[in-house]
């Protein structure tokens, strides 16, 4: 093989209580289009997010990815590499697309390579380069992932709810980098609000798994990272009472932030819970976009 064309999912990390442990794979997708050339050098096209502004370079995700997983195999053998883009998944936004953008380089790279790597080695080599499994685990699994270190080792287990549910995530054009929501967090926490956390990530979990759905919004209260983070999303709060108003089971911040998403019921108006929480965001002199979504069951996979 010299060329691969993968799609890799939007992912959601914490989930609310799960801070850098829960996430969730979402079906919507950048499609990537890796090829060796015989010309040496980098080349890379992009549409969509980032077209003004990704360049062909080793610092760009996707080929320092890449080479991570080729240079391993083959010994920093030298050659020719073209990108070609198509990203969806917006950018410091809460939704995963720097993991997106790992994911698939270690798994195109792991391809070309005729699978030399597992699955649970590239989610080791993921998390080296992003710092943390929480998003990383989603884009390559599918469906909820809860990761954990033991020493330097990441390790995670997917699992899939008991019924179908909705995600509505409302995207502000407003970005926010992850280092400026990292930032806000503070060095330590009080003891009662760890097993606010601990005990709500618990009921969360069994809520998905036995299907007691009406747990789930009690289920995705947080005090470790959403409030210490909420100045940095006007409206935020409002958002989510929103979201519940017009039917959904709570809201929660989309990792970082900035995009805030809903989880709701299957039967529910999805529309109109969209329209509810982007009226709310707007009426706090923000702007945006929603897009309703499906748990993803795969997470990255080759379509060509």
Not at 97 to 124: P, Q
Not at 207 to 218: F, H, N, T, W
Not at 256 to 264: K, L, P, R, V
Request: charged letters at 20%; one cysteine or more; a negative charge.
């Amino acid at each position: 093989m010299k060329s691969v064309t993968l799609r890799v999912p939007a992912t959601s990390a914490n989930c609310g209580p799960g801070f850098d442990t829960l996430g969730v794979a979402c079906t919507y997708y950048n499609e990537v289009t890796y090829e060796i050339t015989e010309e040496r050098g980098f080349k890379l096209e992009v549409e969509g997010e980032g077209a003004e502004y990704l360049k062909p370079h080793g610092r760009n995700l996707a080929f320092q990815s890449f080479f991570r997983v080729w240079n391993a195999v083959h010994e920093n053998e030298r050659i020719g590499l073209k990108i070609k883009m198509l990203n969806r998944i917006p950018m410091s936004r809460g939704m995963g697309s720097s993991s997106a953008a790992i994911v698939a380089g270690l798994y195109a790279a792991n391809c070309l390579c005729d699978n030399h790597f597992t699955k649970d080695e590239l989610l080791n080599m993921a998390t080296e380069i992003e710092g943390h499994p929480d998003n990383v685990a989603p884009a390559l699994y599918g469906g909820f992932t809860i990761s954990f270190m033991q020493g330097e080792t990441a390790h995670t287990l997917k699992f899939m709810p008991a019924k179908p549910l909705k995600f509505i995530a409302v995207v502000p054009d407003r970005k926010l980098a992850t280092s400026l929501a990292r930032a806000a967090l503070p060095k330590e926490v009080p003891h009662k609000d760890a097993v606010f956390n601990s005990s709500h990530a618990c009921l969360l979990v069994g809520a998905l798994l036995s299907g007691e759905y009406d747990y789930i919004g009690e289920g995705l209260e947080d005090k470790l990272h959403q409030p210490y983070r909420a100045h940095l999303i006007p409206g935020l709060y409002e958002v989510f009472e929103a979201a519940k108003k017009a039917g959904a089971y709570n809201g929660i911040i989309s990792g970082a932030g900035s995009t805030i998403m809903a989880y709701a019921p299957i039967d529910a108006d999805h529309e109109a819970i969209a329209k509810a929480m982007l009226a709310a965001l707007e009426a706090k002199g923000e702007t945006g976009v929603y897009h309703i979504l499906d748990l993803d069951t795969e997470g990255v996979k080759v379509i060509e």
